[in-house]
């Protein structure tokens, strides 16, 4: 073979294996730990908008990221992968947290490694100075938000079947300690029942239909999220109680699933608190800016949301509030 011919092939392949090692460094190696997919549709809308900027058939992933994911409603479970990530060595972890305690030897642990760990869609309990951001929602303002609405109904007398999410997370933490100390300011506000159903329309429908079946009186249904409100509903109208505007039982829920709001929309609801799953971008560019050795100017960055009264819905709120 020509020398000169073997000599620009040589030079060939090792710019070929250059460039190859060039991209590989030049990829961030991420672990995202979510919930369930399964959980809600607000879940669903989560996990498709971070596989869309993260995985590796997202259209706006680009080759950027090399990213692993693992899904659980347990913290044990959740736990024990983002270990595995650590032991992976990935670049960032990214932690959407089924309970807000037990993660402080994760991310000390992340520290150690100089691994950066992004929280997102729940704040965790622990030192900030163990995550580098958290993109979430103020899940005590949407309570704040949702009891202030209720007050405005100005009932006589509030009997709440008040229907929670999993206990400990961050949703069911901050949707229910502003209705906790409504209660305990108001003696016209009552619990009927309290009591966890996991996010879970079938459970909450046992809840409902137990309380129905005690002959015990209520006239609101405070469901944490959309699925749950979804269930005490069906519990209602197997009894033939009637609900939403101009009904014996208010119904309220959190998502703003776009079935939930044309729920509202029809008049089969009263109130929907937003919760806005779409994180993936923001977290995207702390990224790129973490990668460009630039500050990240606010440490925690809330999601703006609001909240939906049936009286007052439009389509366009459907249309472009739902997910």
Known sequence: ?????????????????????????????VGIINNDPNESGYRTANVADFERVFGAEGEDNGGRYETSFFYSLTNEEQIQAAEGFITDEVDYLLISAADTTGWDDVLESAANQGITVILFDRML????????????????????TAVSWM???????YNIIHIQGTLGSDAQIGRTTALDEAVEA???WNYVVQQGADWNAETAQQ???????????????YAENDDMAKGAVAALDASGISHGVDG?????????????????LAGNWNYDGQCNPFQADTIDEIIQKLEAGEEIEEKVIYSVEVGFD??????EDVDNYGI
């Open 310 to 315: 049936a009286t007052t819905i439009t389509q």
């Open 207 to 221: 809840i409902v239909q137990s309380v129905i079946d005690s002959g015990e009186s209520f006239n609101v249904i």
């Open 125 to 144: 309990d622990a030192d900030e100075e163990l995550y580098a951001a958290a993109v979430v929602s103020d899940m005590a303002e949407e309570g704040v």
């Open 248 to 264: 014996d039982v208010i119904i309220m829920g959190f998502d703003c699933n776009s079935w939930a709001l044309e729920e509202l």
């Open 186 to 188: 108001n003696d016209s």
């Open 1 to 29: 073979m020509n020398k000169k011919l073997v000599v620009l092939l040589a030079a060939g392949m090792a710019l070929s294996a250059c460039t190859a090692a060039s991209a590989e460094e030049d990829t961030i190696k």
């Open 151 to 157: 007050e405005e109904q100005g009932l006589d007398e």
